[in-house]
């Protein structure tokens, strides 16, 4: 296998293990795109937060040929992924940067960008960092610019619909787990018994805690969409609203 494949390998690996979870979520991809093209052109330059191996950079530019994308994260192991697989595409530029320090965005290439796009990766912060967070993000878009948040978003005005979906969708995951499914702990152990990346999943352990450690906290400060959307006004978005959502998931955009 060339070099070249093993990292696209690892890529298809991440999404069918993100699949796992979220079986919607080329949809809520797709909706997303949608809305970076409608609002800021098909020629955008994107700032992807907390990109991770650059799931949404991979699809923006299948999409968008001539769109330009800034990654930023602060995961070695996910970013050894990310350089691996777009080595030599100078349309991306990928920065280690953490995002709950007040600086980080002294670390992009770019004042300002024309989108930010993030994917289930905000509900690791706490509701304070999250909301300086979405200030920071106003203040590198340009006027007119769009900010695009999927991620698990609740509805808690209908208990009893979520008990039934969640529910149905636990039923399916262990199907498919006892199938060969891999889940989020399968999916780190695999990544620290490659050569390729054992010594960045060290770093990523040391840094952030090891996923496959069972009395680690799991992700997730459960927010609701509209405590996204208030706080995203709050923060001097002149508009922001859903514009897709799932039982579990939703994606909100927000207008600078």
Known sequence: MTETATWQAWQDSWDRQQEWYMPDREERFR???????????????VLDLACGTG??????????????????DIDPALLTIARGHFAGDDRVRLV??????????????HRSYDAVLTATALHWLDTE???TLYGHIGAVLRDGGVFL???HMTDESAPRINAAAEALHTARREREQEAGALDWRDWWTKVAAD????????????LLGDPRDPARPRGGRPTTTRWHLNTLREQGFTEA????????????????
């Open 149 to 151: 948040n999927a991620d």
């Open 195 to 206: 050569p390729a990346l054992a010594e960045p999943a060290r770093r990523r352990f040391e």
């Open 96 to 109: 280690t940067a953490d995002l709950t320090d007040p600086l980080w965005t002294g670390a992009l290439p």
């Open 55 to 72: 799931s949404i950079t991979d699809r923006l530019l299948r999409r968008f040929p001539a769109a330009r994308v800034t990654g930023v």
């Open 129 to 131: 960092p999250l909301r």
């Open 241 to 256: 609203r859903q514009v897709w959502c799932s039982p579990g998931d939703a994606l909100v955009a927000a207008l600078r």
């Open 31 to 45: 909706v997303m795109l949608d809305m970076v093209e409608a609002l800021v052109g098909p020629e955008p330059n």
